[in-house]
């Protein structure tokens, strides 16, 4: 299978700890995109990458909140001292430049 | 007001009806949409990618725009209890890589 792929699945983690995810996107996309949704929601843009290069960060994407994709290839999304609210689904998703976004499976946080 | 509106359903049609899925956006300068599909607890799935006004056909589903009234629409004809799912409308303007997406509309097609 040569979607983009996510990993862990779910996590369950309790108040304060870190968690790190990782986002692999389809091979030949240059632009990964990282977004947010919770219940009964639409996604939200967090942040995207072109190559390695981070070019955009929502408002949404705290001080707590740090991605990286350090050689342009897998990415990964890291949230220290997680809080009740920042249990939701992380997507991943990917792109050749501004053309149509692939999503991932998506990684499930609950934050106890 | 929410830049892109969409009715969060549920919707409940037999197998075999035609079904409309509507969103209503506020920015004039979107100029991609696209309609997902999620079904639960999964990743959203790509279904139809249109650039500015017209319609667009891929198989049972038809993907309508029209950017005057701001406001388009997805067609599923012969739905199917496989069609059950909710139905994300999303939309960027340019080049931009944001996509804003609607809240999503929850499908049911029953037997």
């Known amino acids: 299978d040569t979607g983009v792929s996510q990993d862990p699945r779910h996590k369950i983690t309790k108040r304060g700890q870190n968690v790190t995810f990782r986002c692999d996107p389809i091979?030949?996309?240059?632009?990964l995109y990282w977004y947010r949704q919770t219940l009964g929601q639409g996604p939200e843009f967090l942040t995207y990458?072109?190559?390695?290069?981070?070019?955009?960060k929502s408002r949404l994407l705290s001080d707590r909140f740090s991605a990286e994709r350090p050689k342009g290839s897998f990415s990964t999304l890291e949230i220290q001292r997680t809080e009740q609210g920042d249990s939701a689904m992380y997507l991943c998703?990917?792109?050749?430049?501004?053309?149509?976004?692939?999503f991932g499976p998506g990684t499930r946080l609950t934050v106890t | 007001q929410k830049e892109v509106e969409q009715d969060p359903g549920p919707l409940s049609v037999p197998e075999g009806a035609i079904v409309s899925l509507n969103c209503t956006y506020s920015n004039s300068a979107f100029q991609y949409f696209m309609w997902y599909r999620q079904y639960s607890r999964k990743g959203p799935e790509l279904l139809m990618y249109?650039?500015?006004?017209g319609n667009k056909e891929d198989g049972r589903f038809t993907a309508q725009v029209d950017k005057s009234s701001k406001y388009i629409s997805l067609f599923i004809r012969d739905s199917q209890p496989s069609d059950s799912a909710t139905y994300l409308c999303?939309?960027?303007?340019?080049?931009?890589?944001?996509?804003?997406f609607g809240t999503g509309t929850r499908l049911q097609v029953t037997l």
């Open positions: 091979s030949e996309h240059n632009r």
């Open positions: 999303a939309m960027k303007p340019g080049t931009a890589s944001k996509l804003t």
């Open positions: 990458f072109q190559n390695e290069a981070q070019l955009e």
């Open positions: 998703a990917s792109s050749f430049d501004s053309f149509e976004q692939y």
């Open positions: 249109t650039y500015s006004s």
